[in-house]
């Protein structure tokens, strides 16, 4: 690995250790093993850094959220029982102890602080909306379109900064998969309701 990876991987580290706020240059590295040059010269800056390695470790949950074995997303696109496998998948990475999405809790809770970092992680946002259609509604990521990035895509997204706010402060209480999607058949009841 070259210095830009090994300060990817440091950087990753020092986050699930430390959140983004007490993250230091001087901790991302020690923990890369290279020097405070190369984070300007291959990032721009340590916060430009830290953004693409929370990304990088967001994008690792991917394969989770369609889940393996027998927790692998098998309904019919669409349908209520898929989008009851999905979230359960996705709850289940909330559950695991160091979860990544405490990070998220941080950004929104110090975005204003961290505006390189919100900023890189809003247009990484558009692409995660993007991205997590297929899964719950079938077909590909790449005949998306906008338009549904800046509906549906938003819709789940919201869904899921919730679920993560709710799991970071009371894991306890916080809804289990079939509970939401006990709560969306009944909004889909109501709206149908004659």
């Known amino acids: 690995m070259g210095h830009r990876e090994d300060l990817l991987e440091g950087a990753k580290r020092c986050l699930l250790a430390k959140g983004f706020v007490r993250t230091t240059a001087r901790d ?15 990032y721009g800056s340590k916060d430009a850094l830290l953004a693409q390695a929370y990304v990088s470790l967001v994008e690792g949950l991917g394969d989770a959220f ?4 027998t927790a692998g997303v098998s309904a019919e696109p669409g349908s209520l029982e898929r989008f009851r496998q999905v979230w359960s998948n996705i709850i289940g990475t909330m559950r695991e102890p160091g979860s990544v999405w405490r990070l998220s809790v941080e950004i929104i809770a110090m975005g204003d602080q961290l505006p390189e970092v919100r900023d890189y992680l809003a247009h990484a946002q558009l692409e995660a909306g993007r991205g997590i259609i297929p899964l719950l509604m079938g077909g590909r990521e790449e005949d998306v379109r906008d338009e549904a990035v800046d509906t549906l895509g938003k819709f789940y997204l919201t869904l899921m900064t919730g679920l993560i706010a709710q799991w970071t402060f009371d894991p306890k209480t916080a809804p289990s998969a079939d509970e939401l999607t006990e709560g969306l058949r009944q909004v889909i009841e109501a709206a149908t309701r004659k």
Do not use: F, P, Q
């Not at 991302?28 to 291959?42: M, P, Q």
């Not at 369609?66 to 074995?69: A, I, K, R």
């Open 66 to 69: 369609e889940g393996e074995g």
């Open 28 to 42: 991302i590295v020690k923990e890369s093993g290279t020097n405070l040059a190369s984070i300007g010269y291959h």
